[in-house]
């Protein structure tokens, strides 16, 4: 019975593990994105000023592999991304900002060479903002990976 218990244990181990390695292999735990923001932007609610900013995976491995860390030179927050798909390779690495009613939200990140990419939510707020506009540009701002 202890080996059917030991054997179970190691499978489960051994799922969990992969799952883990898997989520993050498009954002590696030592990768972090370096970009400078030319304009004030929202991350879920919370206004972050025009600056120099990383993103990278959170640190605790017991953490979901889709929580993120952004941080800045006034301010920091951890949030949570949905992934994202395309049919095609991304190009480069990016952030790309849903602009609404003048106002720049954080929408996507996407890393050169992969087709899945990281969502932002949409508050409640974002929502009913674009649903009362016609048309939502985005922008696109280059990012580096260092390490």
């Given at each position: 019975m202890s080996n059917f218990k030991?054997?179970?244990l190691l499978t489960a181990l051994v799922l969990v593990l992969g799952g883990v390695t898997a989520a993050n292999a498009q954002f590696g735990f030592a990768t972090a994105l370096?970009?400078?923001?030319?304009?004030?932007?929202v991350v879920e609610n919370k206004v972050?000023?025009?600056?120099?900013?990383?993103?990278?995976?959170?640190?605790?491995?017991?953490?979901s592999s889709s929580l993120l860390i952004l941080r800045g030179e006034k301010r920091s927050m951890?949030?949570?991304?949905?992934?994202?798909s395309s049919t095609e390779p991304s190009k480069t690495t990016r952030l790309i900002f849903d602009v609404v009613d003048g106002t720049n939200y954080l929408s996507q990140i996407w890393l050169q060479g992969e087709i899945t990419g990281m969502e932002i939510?949409?508050?409640k707020f974002e929502k009913r903002l674009i649903a009362a506009n016609k048309s939502m540009?985005?922008?696109?701002?280059p990012t580096s990976t260092d390490f």
């Open positions: 030991f054997t179970f370096k970009v400078h923001i030319p304009n004030e932007f972050f000023p025009a600056g120099d900013y990383t993103i990278a995976p959170t640190e605790n491995l017991a953490d951890v949030f949570d991304t949905i992934s994202a939510p949409k508050s540009p985005q922008v696109v701002v």
